[in-house]
């Protein structure tokens, strides 16, 4: 039987803090499933979900403190396999783009859950727009919507609400 874990890491960001973590889930005979890093601020940030025999799990959540001597600080989550299969829902993929300012997350995110739409992946991005050198607030997702919410609903919510946010907002399905 397996074991599926969610380990959180961060850690200040240099050369070797991936190999020190797959390193450690190999020699449990962990397989790395999914996993979301990036630089932000200096520091390394990730998520990955991996899987290992259920005998070695235990194992390996006690050795995982030991990364801080690798200058990274790790946190775990025992997760149900079951659930950690890939979501085989239709997805949505959403792309906004508009002048930064605060709360484009929060009102974008409140609109797709009052219609019980699931993130699964947001990346977002602040840059300088190309010729004003403003910041320009950018934003890519995948999204789960419920079976009896259609793609048209979905859109025409975030319309209405670009408006508002003056925002540029594309989406389509992802199938």
Not at 2 to 11: S, Y
């Amino acid at each position: 039987m397996a074991r599926a874990l969610v380990l959180t890491v961060i850690g200040e960001d240099r050369p070797g803090l991936v190999e020190a973590l797959a390193d450690l889930v190999a020699s449990h005979e962990g397989s790395w499933d999914e996993s979301r890093m990036a630089r932000l601020a200096g520091h390394f940030a990730g998520v990955v979900q991996v899987h290992l025999p259920d005998e070695r799990a235990d194992a390996l959540i006690e050795a995982l403190p030991g990364l801080a001597d690798r200058g990274l600080s790790v946190s775990v989550v025992d997760s149900d396999w079951s659930l950690a299969s890939v979501d085989h829902r239709r997805s949505i993929r959403l792309e906004l783009v508009g002048q930064d300012r605060p709360g484009i997350v929060r009102e974008i995110s409140g609109a797709l859950a009052s219609l019980g739409v699931s993130v699964q992946d947001l990346r977002t991005v602040v840059e300088s727009a190309p010729m004003s050198g403003e910041p320009l607030f950018r934003a890519e997702a995948e999204l789960a919507p419920p079976e009896d919410v259609a793609l048209e609903r979905i859109r025409d919510a975030l319309e209405r609400l670009a408006d508002e946010l003056m925002v540029d907002v594309s989406l389509e399905a992802a199938d």
